[in-house]
């Protein structure tokens, strides 16, 4: 269904290719995954398929990709549009209408289906991904899990024979996330979709995965999931507890590994965990950097927040946790000034982020948002660096030292919207933390990230807790708050319902618990650092 043959792709003359003498095959019906670290190329890969490489993003294509037997470089997009479906890191920029209704069913509009197949097709994606709730909602008023939903479901809603995923479920709370892989899976197996899918939260995906294409250094290999593996760069956390132990072969699903663990628990009875990350109480902290207090804020005339009382304090991190939709993002533009409280207050550093002057309001809370573009206005990577410096008045370099902490390989003089999802975002961290804000607030920061990346971002603000710095972390990664937190709140509708140290509500939770506290329940360990600390004392 898909083939490349010897394919190379250059975007600069005098640079390295981005992908190189890239040989690959993805059978109708298989669902394939492929991972690498960010900024490999997995991208540009992905957008070889339906030919928007190169004929929207330019550069040099050489070798031959065919779809279905259509070969891309004669075919535009357009001309692949019956046959391939794609959605991309940002769902929301490619969106058309207004609501949701209308953005199912545009792409069946463009392609002529017939009025009665189309409303039939359209109840059946809201279904489908958990969407008649919200089927009249405007698309600008959803979350970005919301919106990852509608852009997944007007494209599905086309019956594609070919699905191009771009990191899916990054947006995506973990029970979202599974619904929709698991929707994925029956059409692959009962339809024969084919899917070729890029995500690094591969907790989440690789158990579904028929192979996995690895990409490296702009070359790309294929394998089945257990082989591919053991010589990734990249894994999940399940298959590095069975690198820990000797396990043969890897688990890939939390199911093989418990079939396995046996040994290991009884190894570890009785022992309770020294996390790497601290458990803290409730009380005893610093000041309070963050209070709200009954806080109710409104998007529109409708209530998004109703009555929450939280506050984060200096030295700790602090995980928010919910569905999507239950009024993380609206938080934390409340604890910034973006949004009113309509009831109550909201303090950062005892006075009210809404009445402040914005230069002030950077000395006290920095933000990181969901799309790391609004941050972004310079024609380079140093020309943004350069003027953060200046902003937030630091030594120069200082965030472009943060940058190639985070992202080594990016390079001065690439435009910022010419970087991958996770470079962008990256990108957007280091503005932020270069003027080290007393809090510092982060919505999703994990989205397109790779492992290492992830690793060495935990390392960064578990630096800036230990500066008595506060940090506030909206997110739906749950491995990322096993690394990363002290505290976890969890919010539902509007409402806090959960406030806690992070080992008891990860631990205690079907939803939110971290692949090896799965594995290793009833025992109470949250990842894989923590378990090779106790073996090695033991």
């Known amino acids: 269904m898909i083939r490349f043959e010897d394919v190379g792709v250059r975007f600069d003359d005098g640079g390295e290719p981005v992908l190189s003498a890239v040989d690959l095959q993805v059978d109708e019906g298989e669902l394939a995954l492929v991972v690498g670290a960010t900024g490999s190329g997995k991208t540009t890969l992905l957008r070889c398929v339906n030919g928007l490489v190169p004929h929207f993003s330019g550069g040099t294509l050489s070798g031959r990709v065919t779809v279905d037997g259509r070969d891309t470089r004669t075919h535009r997009p357009r001309d692949l549009a019956d046959v391939v479906g794609v959605v991309g890191q940002d769902p929301a920029a490619a969106f058309v209408t207004d609501t949701v209704e209308e953005e199912l069913a545009y792409g069946m509009e463009s392609l002529g289906v017939h009025g009665d197949v189309m409303r039939r097709r359209v109840e059946e994606t809201l279904d489908l991904l958990g969407l008649a709730d919200v089927r009249q909602r405007t698309l600008r008023t959803l979350s970005g899990g919301q919106q990852q939903r509608v852009a997944i479901g007007g494209v599905l809603a086309a019956h594609p024979r070919v699905l191009v995923l771009d990191e899916p479920t990054s947006a995506l709370d973990p029970v979202a996330a599974e619904e929709v892989l698991a929707a994925l899976t029956r059409l692959v197996h009962d339809l024969g979709l084919t899917v070729l899918l890029a995500e690094h939260r591969l907790e989440r995906v690789v158990q579904y995965a028929d192979r996995v294409v690895v990409v490296e250094n702009g070359r790309v290999s294929s394998d089945l999931p257990a082989a591919a593996m053991a010589t990734s760069p990249v894994s999940p956390p399940i298959v590095d507890l069975g690198r820990l132990a000797g396990w043969s072969p890897l688990p890939l699903s939390v199911r093989d590994a418990r079939r396995v663990v046996g040994p290991m628990r009884t190894q570890l009875a009785g022992r309770a965990p020294n996390r790497i990350v601290r458990s803290v109480t409730m009380t005893g902290q610093g000041e309070a950097l963050l209070s709200a207090r009954a806080l109710v804020v409104n998007r529109g005339r409708r209530p998004v927040l109703r009555g929450i009382d939280l506050e984060v304090r200096a030295g700790e991190v602090v ?115 270069a003027g080290e804000p007393p809090l510092v607030l982060l919505d999703e920061p994990t989205r397109g990230l790779d492992y290492g990346a992830k690793t060495r971002l935990v390392a960064s603000l578990r630096s800036l807790a230990a500066e008595r710095h506060g940090v506030l972390v909206a997110t739906h990664d749950v491995e990322l708050v096993a690394e990363l937190a002290d505290r976890v709140v969890v919010i539902a509708d509007g409402e806090l319902v959960t406030d806690g140290p992070a080992d008891a509500v990860l631990a205690g939770s079907p939803a939110f618990a971290p692949q090896v506290a799965k594995v290793m329940h009833p025992q109470p360990w949250l990842t894989v650092a923590d378990v090779a600390a106790a073996l090695a004392a033991s």
Not at 347 to 355: N, W, Y
Not at 356 to 364: A, C, F, G, K, V
Not at 372 to 392: F, H, I, N, Q, W
Not at 402 to 419: F, G, I, K, N, Q
């Open 319 to 433: 995980a928010l946790m919910g569905r999507n939709g239950s009024g993380k993002s609206t938080l934390l533009a409340a604890a910034c000034g973006l949004l009113p409280a309509r009831v109550g207050s909201v303090r950062t550093g005892g006075l009210d982020p809404a009445s402040l002057p914005p230069r002030e309001l950077l000395r006290r809370v920095g933000l990181v948002p969901q799309d790391p573009g609004l941050l972004l206005y310079g024609e380079t990577v140093s020309a943004e660096c350069r003027a953060a410096d200046t902003d937030m008045r630091v030594a120069p370099g200082t965030t472009r030292t943060l940058l190639v902490y985070l992202a080594p390989d990016v390079e001065d003089r690439t435009h910022p919207r010419d970087l991958s999802e996770g470079q962008r975002l990256a990108l957007a961290l280091a503005i932020v933390l």
